[in-house]
């Protein structure tokens, strides 16, 4: 998603003292699909899901691409954060309903972090950031929305070395999805 489209986004739902709300889809099976029914049936299902989420969008929302198993859908023109959330539970139905493919029917397997704005998101960048790190934190399939904790969770995790015993901690860390790079490791 291009950053200056989502910053006029968010930029005009400030200045019309509206509420909005991005979306970061990830197809969890996607090279799994690939695998068994060809690019042919991935570009098929993906053009689906794109035509899905545009309407999800509205008129002035934006759906974008930024990476081959990942969309990201916005939309800036809610009035209350319980609208907001509602279109984000629609997002997530609407992409795990049923498609044709092959002999038969499929449903997506998703994870999507959702990030809800109104005056307190000044950059497009930090609602990707925000969205992201949602979306990570969900720790497999589901949809999951950004708040404040998800910037300090630790996920324990047993881990046992032979006979020593000791807790591997995990903490989400959020990627630059624009530029493909890491942008931060933690460790303890």
């Known amino acids: 998603m291009g950053q200056e489209q989502l910053q006029r986004l968010v930029d005009a739902a400030q200045a019309e003292g509206r509420k909005g709300a991005l979306a970061a889809v990830h197809f969890l099976h996607f090279n799994e699909f690939l695998t ?20 999800l969008a509205g008129p002035g929302g934006l759906v ?22 509602r279109w984000a539970q629609r997002v997530h139905e609407d992409v795990t309903v049923p498609y ?20 307190d998101v000044a950059s497009a960048h930090e609602l990707i950031r925000r969205a992201n790190l949602a979306k990570e934190g969900s720790l497999g399939p589901g949809l ?19 006979h020593m015993q000791g807790f591997l901690w995990h903490r989400p860390m959020p990627l630059d999805v624009l530029r493909g790079a890491l942008s931060a490791v933690s460790a303890r």
Not at 64 to 83: G, Q
Not at 103 to 118: H, K, P
């Open 64 to 85: 974008s691409l930024p990476e081959r198993d990942r969309i990201m859908v916005a939309r800036a023109d809610f009035l209350t954060k319980e609208e907001t959330w």
């Open 144 to 162: 999951r929305r950004y708040d404040a904790s998800l910037e300090q969770q630790s996920v324990p995790c047993g881990l046992g070395i032979e």
């Open 100 to 119: 044709s493919v092959g002999e038969g029917q499929r449903s997506a397997l998703v994870a999507i972090g959702v990030c809800e704005f109104a005056g």
């Open 36 to 55: 068994t029914y060809g690019r042919e049936a991935l570009n098929e299902a993906i053009r689906l899901f794109v035509e899905r989420l545009r309407c």
